[in-house]
């Protein structure tokens, strides 16, 4: 027990002498792990965060960027993220961005996120779909593309001849 610790139980306040008892603990040793290609952003609520590819093999990718603009996604400044500051490219055409290896860190309210996801949930399906019925129309009784597997089991026994 400590001098104050000691102090306090003689004067009858042994809950105050409790707490200023510690336990030590035993942490579990830290084992080493590859570090992350790109690194988790620090999430601001209701927003969503993306890499988005700015170049490939050095040359820049104009057509993706410009598209990823037009859909909402804003490059993220470093003054948001700021563990992050020593990852701006000085070279980059978003100076005050977080780039690694021609990938832009980048944000969008998640509501919109969420519109962005549904709409090509939404746009697959379709596809899945028109697909599903073309097959389906090539379909001949005949000579099915798909037959539906049914098994039946039926019991012999040993010697019966068949």
């Known amino acids: 027990m ?3 610790t000691t102090e306090n139980t003689k004067a009858g306040d042994s809950r105050l002498a409790r707490e ?3 336990r030590t603990t035993e942490e579990r040793p830290k084992q ?3 570090a ?3 690194p988790e952003p620090d999430k601001l609520p209701g927003m969503s965060y993306r890499w988005i590819r700015i170049s490939t093999t050095g040359k820049a990718d104009a057509r993706n960027i410009s598209a990823k603009m037009r859909e909402g996604w804003e490059a993220v400044r470093v003054e948001e993220q700021p563990n992050m ?4 490219d000085p070279e980059s055409r978003f100076p005050d961005g977080i780039e690694i290896g021609g ?3 980048c944000k969008m309210p998640t509501e919109l996120a969420e519109q962005r996801k549904d709409y090509f949930a939404n746009k697959t399906q379709q596809q899945m779909q028109a697909v599903d019925n073309s097959l389906m129309r090539e379909n001949d009784p005949r000579m099915p593309l798909f ?3 049914k098994s039946t089991v039926t019991k012999r026994t040993f010697g019966d001849g068949k």
């Open 85 to 88: 500051a020593m990852l701006v």
């Open 36 to 38: 992350q290609l790109l």
């Open 32 to 34: 080493w792990q590859p």
């Open 20 to 22: 200023l008892d510690t």
């Open 103 to 105: 990938l832009l860190l």
């Open 147 to 149: 037959k539906e597997g």
């Open 2 to 4: 400590t001098k104050a």
